[in-house]
């Protein structure tokens, strides 16, 4: 059995594409404005040469920042997705999760739930 945790956007897509309905991952994996953003996040990270390090003692791993004022518990943000009413909880569920590990998430102008409803369980919605 796979490990929950994923250690990078390939192995995330591949789970997903396995367990999404082929509508919601073609969706999801298609972005906006013809996938301008996915394209450019991308080629942001292979200008950047990101490469994340798993190995290693985990308990000394400290990958806090701040960004625009934020504390964060690493330089994570997650993006606007206009696709999460596919789960009954949607945002809020995302929120959660988030919140649960120190990351703010922005929350879409299309999103099925409301401003009101993420800040409940995550007080860092962008």
Same mark, same amino acid.
């Given at each position: 059995?796979?490990?929950?945790?994923? $250690?990078?956007?390939? $192995? #995330?897509? =591949?789970?997903?594409?396995?367990?999404?309905?082929?509508?919601?991952?073609?969706? %999801?994996?298609?972005?906006? $404005?013809?996938? %301008? /953003?996915?394209?450019? &996040?991308?080629?942001?990270?292979?200008? %950047?040469?990101? +490469?994340?390090?798993?190995?290693?003692?985990?308990?000394?791993?400290?990958?806090?920042?701040? *960004?625009?004022?934020?504390?964060?518990?690493? @330089?994570?943000?997650?993006?606007?997705?206009?696709?999460? #009413?596919?789960? @009954?909880?949607?945002?809020?569920? *995302?929120? =959660? #999760? #988030?919140?649960?590990?120190?990351?703010?998430?922005?929350? /879409?102008?299309? +999103?099925?739930? /409301?401003? $009101?409803?993420?800040?409940?369980?995550? &007080?860092?919605?962008?």
């Amino acid at each position: 059995m796979a490990s929950d945790w994923f $250690e990078t956007v390939a $192995e #995330a897509q =591949r789970r997903a594409k396995a367990r999404l309905p082929k509508s919601v991952y073609g969706a %999801l994996i298609a972005g906006s $404005e013809k996938g %301008l /953003s996915s394209t450019d &996040n991308l080629n942001s990270f292979d200008q %950047l040469g990101f +490469a994340p390090h798993v190995a290693g003692n985990s308990n000394t791993r400290d990958m806090s920042t701040t *960004i625009m004022g934020e504390a964060l518990s690493m @330089p994570v943000i997650i993006s606007p997705t206009g696709v999460q #009413a596919v789960h @009954p909880q949607g945002e809020v569920a *995302i929120a =959660r #999760a #988030a919140a649960n590990r120190g990351i703010p998430m922005g929350l /879409s102008s299309f +999103a099925s739930k /409301s401003v $009101e409803d993420v800040a409940a369980v995550n &007080n860092s919605v962008f």
